[in-house]
């Protein structure tokens, strides 16, 4: 299955754009599942009920991208949902509408999360566009900042408490990489080989899809175990129940750039850990 979250043509209202980019991946989603999701390119535009009121979408305000794919959504204008496929459960966010707490969109969030049978579905990965997690992107560190306002603030207690393995973003054009990381720390050391119990999400920035790379703050964070700036993919290969991988690939040659796999089975999934089991006191 190809997961396609967002900026998928920057077409910026030309049809023809729309035209030229499904002809190029007809020969691939003709034959396997392609899941496309909502981002800038294609929502936002002033006074359309985006949540960002900037001219990118070129006025689309959506239309085409929710029209010219299927996707399992409730409702077509809000464009996120989830799908379980193999033993993957995705929960795909829509960041150009508001994911706030108290909001519809943060309802769906935690019932995604939340509602996923862990011995059916081992392998919990959330995908959004524009980075609510972690990135070293020098436009975020303009803003003094390394995620969109509200972005992890509002959702990684969720991320913790349903044990998130990976957070997928795409926006920053290039690859990144953090360790598992909660509250902006380390939770445990960034490595290519993860065992047992959970510990915390990692989060993975793979927006090297085609438009003019990004750039990377000077001085790198802590939690940002690998960075490319070149163009890429990345792979996800579930083994069994037990075994997952992640690959980042370059477009140019196929070669595998980054990598780590995580071995823990059920038992695992339900140890308790930092802030994801329920809260007790000395008298309970």
């Not at 910026?12 to 980019?21: E, I, N, P, T």
Request: charged share 20%; net charge negative; with cysteine.
């Amino acid at each position: 299955m190809v997961m396609h979250i967002g900026d998928i043509c920057y077409a910026s209202g030309y049809l023809s754009q729309w035209d030229q980019f499904t002809a190029q991946v007809e020969p691939i989603a003709s034959t396997v599942p392609y899941m496309v999701a909502s981002g800038n390119h294609e929502r936002d535009w002033p006074g359309s009920g985006s949540f960002y009121g900037t001219l990118d979408s070129g006025g689309e305000c959506g239309v085409p991208a929710q029209n010219m794919f299927y996707v399992p959504a409730e409702n077509r204008e809000q464009f996120w949902y989830l799908t379980d496929y193999g033993m993957f459960r995705f929960c795909v966010a829509n960041t150009e509408l508001d994911w706030r707490p108290g909001t519809e969109q943060y309802k769906f969030i935690e019932h995604c999360l939340s509602s996923v049978d862990r011995q059916k579905q081992p392998w919990l990965i959330f995908l959004a566009h524009r980075v609510l997690g972690y990135s070293s992107a020098t436009f975020y560190g303009a803003e003094g900042t390394t995620e969109e306002p509200m972005g992890r603030e509002s959702l990684q207690l969720l991320w913790q408490k349903y044990r998130v393995d990976i957070a997928m973003y795409g926006h920053v054009h290039g690859y990144e990489r953090t360790c598992p990381v909660y509250e902006n720390v380390c939770v445990a050391k960034g490595s290519d080989r993860y065992s047992g119990a959970f510990t915390a999400t990692t989060h993975v920035v793979v927006g090297g899809g085609g438009a003019s790379l990004a750039e990377y703050t000077a001085e790198r964070a802590r939690w940002s175990h690998a960075q490319d700036l070149d163009y890429g993919f990345a792979k996800l290969t579930a083994f069994n129940h037990t075994t997952l991988l992640m690959e980042y690939k370059r477009s140019r040659d196929g070669s595998v750039r980054d990598s780590f796999t995580v071995s823990r089975d059920y038992r695992d999934v339900l140890a308790c850990g930092v802030d994801n089991c329920a809260a007790t006191t000395m008298a309970s």
